[in-house]
């Protein structure tokens, strides 16, 4: 499967008003937007695993960055 083909079906489960309240509930609950530190570093792991998890989904559905939107600075 091309990777284009695999980015559409991402797009179009996702794209859903059931695809974003599942996309919601897995921000909320795998840390998007808080911390994935923990006392214990095996934790910290398995937690930004989780979250590794979630910004995959996310960057299916962005358009892949092309030549011209790179900036060098």
Known sequence: MRIED???AYK???S???GQIILEDLQ???HINGS???QDPN???YREGQRTVV???LSMLQEPKTREDIVET
């Open 43 to 45: 934790e910290t792991a």
């Open 16 to 18: 859903t008003k059931d």
């Open 36 to 38: 994935t530190f923990s």
């Open 12 to 14: 179009t489960l996702l």
């Open 55 to 57: 910004l995959f989904l």
């Open 6 to 8: 695999l980015r559409l």
């Open 28 to 30: 909320a609950r795998y």
